[in-house]
């Protein structure tokens, strides 16, 4: 038979960084595949090339037996190939029906042009998902699992060849996922390959025969669905790293945690936030410790770090730092009550453009070097100066813009801006995103200086060697809640991702009560 | 004191090397927002001062100057809530009724004390604008458009019998009198551009205005208050917005409700002249100066000319556009060629 879609020796690199290495994969018509890995494992890339978004550097694409050359979405989906995204791009104010043939509404003249092939029409497509009853219905008004509908149905308004799922359930009921799950059957049924991403495994035995695991830009394996989730899970984190632990991390870990005294310094309790990202979570970070907060995506850990810095709301719950209750309504209240916030996304949340190296790393201490509101140049400029040494930043001058730096040096110089505020306690996001590995040794550094005088640093991370390699304690997430804590001694990637599948045999009772 | 460059060697080839070199500078020189404004302010003086002997009289330059004060306050108030990421289409409005309550008040008490009461109630009203945008989150255009409609309604009640004119002769002075050569109206718009400098360059307020509009999230995480940078903004809006009320209407010597609207298109063609983007946190005082004197000596230009006054619209937008070209499009070939 011959194969819907194949990709065959694809390569891919960003900046010189692979992000798929000679990859070999094909699914046949009315097959369902899983396509699980861990985060930088390659599955989105490996989506966007079959979906047209990303062009191979090597390596061939065919859909039904013809080699195609996908410059733009638009050429896969020519060929039959749809793609519902994570967060479905619908235009609010349109109806489903307008939704679903946004682009290639039909006209009169047109109408033979864009009737291709057998692609149902706009009806057809909505009454496939169930939702022919609706099309006048305006998007905003339709729940998250409607609007996932209509997503599909837009996909299969342009063809049935493959329909690519990425992570569709994040945002849905159990009663809606059974439903969409129905609407993959039946496309099967009728002959459409699909691809489902996801890294809710318990999902995979219901909807796909196969799953393909990549790690590292490769495709490591192919099993049945009846794998156990465990398995699964250690081919998805590899043999070989587990193995991987070096000696210098370990040195690190030990030096840091020879300074750290265990006493309390950060205690959180009964925290739960405002939109179910979290609940009922209680944590305490020691002074002079390391402390990472690990999940999925949608494991709530990520948003716990950022209500500990302020930036996002407390439903309830109380947050103490050396015993006395902090305000974290705001970041600029977390400031000043000694937690200070580097922020994930450089470009989005933490550079502000335009403004000079200087200028960047004293914005949130600027009440340090100012006078009735003034800012003392002589002050400033010597606090910049020295946190720029302090922090490594390397900078011709300190009246460049900030954006004249490499990604590693901004880094640095948004690490300086948190520290400026002399915090007690550092939280961060992602703190080595997007930097070179030099630059991710020295802020490495950094945060094993801060935590030697005694602070401590609390992070989310979802690259899982940095938290083996940088923390002295892990507080794993699943689903909004804790699951897990590892101690420096079991701390490794496999167990972490484990933990994020919430597959911990030894804590898994933690989970479920 | 110089400023001190860090002299650490730079390991990042490319972008922080080129900046340090000749040309990075005269590029740096080149991109900043003010260049475009001064380049044309020069060109079109010596232009002036070359073909039109009367130019540079004495007396032409204190008429340009005393017709560029109420357009210079006003701009320098408009700019702070640019500079935040907002707008305020209050400030015709405000200027209006500044003139109006200044008239009003100018026979009950001193004239000082009527422009301070003027002022201080745009002050108000610029807190009004700050707490609805910055705490309330409401869209700038929206509020600041309904608020300017209040206020022109209430400056047209107060003035139902006409303008409002008052007998107090000192009313006027501000605007018709000098200090030496140069006209005190001038010199008090000087004064605000310099609070309005000092203000963005050196006060810590300065710098949190632009952080919030070069990155309101970046700034906000980074412990800046945004809603009070915001209603500070605002307020020093309304008080620039407010001045500039009280010299129009000292130029005219009466408080009239009709005062506002061309005022506030004037403004905005001279900041956006002058390099300040809408929503990017870029621009200064200087090239605000530099837009503002352009509009002036334009407009000057066309009476010298004895052409219809109503050419110095046709001629600024056409600016405004030539401007923005020469701030935009080098970036973009530098953008096609990388």
Same mark, same amino acid.
């Given at each position: 038979m011959t194969a819907a879609v194949a990709v065959n020796g694809v390569t891919k690199a960003f900046n010189g960084v692979a992000a798929l290495i000679d990859v070999d994969f094909a699914i046949q018509p009315g097959e369902a595949r899983g396509l699980v890995g861990e985060n930088g494992a390659g599955k989105s890339t490996l989506i966007n090339v079959i979906s047209g978004a990303l062009q191979p550097d090597a390596g061939a694409i065919e859909v039904d037996g013809q080699s195609v050359n996908l410059r733009q979405p638009n050429d896969a989906m020519l060929r039959g190939i749809g793609t519902v995204h994570q967060q479905n791009w619908l235009i609010p104010g349109f109806t489903a029906a307008q939704n679903v043939e946004l682009g290639h509404e039909r006209t009169r003249t047109f109408v033979k042009v864009l009737r291709r092939g057998n692609s149902p029409s706009t009806q057809e497509a909505l009454s496939f998902v169930g939702m022919a009853d609706r099309a006048g219905a305006t998007v905003e008004g339709l729940s998250l699992a409607d609007r996932q509908l209509v997503a599909i149905a837009r996909a299969l308004f342009h063809g049935t060849r493959l329909l690519i799922f990425d992570e569709p359930t994040a945002a849905l009921t159990p009663i809606e996922i059974g439903y969409l799950f129905d609407v993959i059957d039946r496309l099967r049924s009728a002959g459409t390959a699909i691809l489902y991403v996801t890294h809710r495994l318990e999902e995979l035995p219901r909807v796909a025969e196969q799953i393909t695991v990549m790690r590292a830009g490769r495709v490591v394996g192919q099993r049945p669905s009846s794998i156990a989730e465990r398995e699964l899970v250690g081919l998805m984190a590899g043999e070989e790293v587990v193995a991987q632990e070096d000696v210098a991390v370990t040195d690190r870990r030990r030096r840091t945690a020879s300074s750290r005294a265990l006493k309390p310094l950060l205690v959180g309790q009964d925290l739960t936030d405002d939109e179910d990202a979290f609940r009922s979570i209680d944590l305490t970070v020691h002074a002079g410790e390391v402390l990472a907060l690990v999940g999925l995506p949608d494991s709530g850990a990520v948003e716990l770090t950022q209500a500990l810095a302020g930036a996002r709301r407390l439903e309830r719950g109380r947050i103490l730092l050396d015993g006395q209750p902090v305000n974290t309504r705001t970041p600029q209240s977390a400031v000043r009550g000694g937690i200070s916030y580097l922020a994930g996304d450089r470009k989005l949340k933490g550079v502000i453009p335009n403004s000079t190296v200087a200028a960047t790393v004293t914005l949130s201490a600027l009440h340090r070097v100012s006078r009735a509101g003034f800012v003392r140049r002589r002050r400033d400029d010597a606090l910049a100066r020295q946190l720029i040494e302090e922090c490594g930043v390397k900078a011709a001058s300190m009246t460049l813009p900030i954006t004249a730096l490499s990604g590693g040096n901004q880094q640095k110089a948004l690490f300086a801006r948190t520290l400026a505020t002399q915090p007690r306690v550092i939280v961060c996001e992602d703190p080595t995103a997007g930097v070179d590995p030099g630059g991710r040794e020295a802020l490495y550094e950094l945060l094993g200086e801060a935590c030697a005088k005694g602070d401590a640093v609390l992070f989310s991370s979802s690259d899982l060697r940095e938290v083996a390699t940088l923390s002295d304690r892990a507080l794993v997430l699943w689903r909004g809640r804790l699951v897990a804590e590892l101690a420096r001694d079991e701390l490794s990637v496999a167990r972490l991702m484990s933990g994020q599948f919430n597959q911990l045999p030894e804590l898994k009772a933690m989970g479920s009560d | 004191m110089t400023v001190d460059v860090d002299v650490r060697p730079a390991v990042q080839p490319g972008a922080e090397q080129d900046r340090r070199s000749e040309r990075g500078r005269l590029r740096a020189l080149v991109e900043a927002p003010e260049f475009f404004a001064f380049v044309f302010l020069v060109v079109l003086g010596a232009f002036l001062a070359v073909a039109q002997s009367?130019? $540079? $009289?004495e007396f032409n330059l204190q008429n340009v100057g005393r017709q560029t004060s109420v357009l210079l306050v006003l701009s320098v108030g408009i700019l702070f809530v640019l500079l935040v990421g907002g707008i305020d289409l209050s400030v015709g409005g405000m200027i209006a009724f500044a003139s109006v309550l200044a008239a009003h008040f100018a026979d009950q008490m001193s004239v000082v004390a009527a422009f301070a009461i003027a002022v201080a109630a745009c002050m108000a009203i610029g807190a009004i604008n700050g707490l609805l /945008?910055? /705490?309330?989150?409401?869209?700038p255009i929206v509020v600041t458009l309904a608020v300017g409609q209040v206020l022109t309604g209430v400056a047209l009640l107060m003035t139902a019998n006409g303008p409002i004119q008052p007998t107090n002769e000192s009313y006027s002075g501000l605007a018709t009198s000098l200090v030496g050569p140069i006209p005190t109206i001038f010199i008090a718009a000087i004064a605000c551009v310099v609070v309005a400098h000092v203000i963005l360059s050196r006060a810590r307020l300065g710098r949190y205005v632009y952080a919030v509009g070069g990155n309101e999230t970046a700034a906000w995480l980074a412990g800046i208050s945004t809603a009070r940078v915001k209603i500070a903004a605002y307020v020093i809006c309304g008080m620039f917005a407010g001045f500039a009320g009280v010299l129009a209407s000292s130029r005219i010597g009466s408080g009239d409700a009709s005062l506002g609207p061309a005022e506030m298109l004037m403004a905005f063609a001279a900041v956006f002249l002058g390099g300040v983007g809408f929503g990017t946190g870029r621009g200064n005082v200087i090239g605000v100066v530099f837009g503002a004197l352009t509009l002036g000596v334009i407009g000057n230009g066309i009476d010298l000319y004895q052409l219809d006054s109503d050419w110095q619209y046709i001629v600024s937008g056409c600016l405004i556009i030539v401007a923005i070209a020469f701030q935009v499009l080098p970036g973009r070939l530098h953008w096609r060629r990388s």
């Open positions: - | 009367g130019f $540079l $009289l /945008v910055g /705490v309330a989150e409401f869209s």
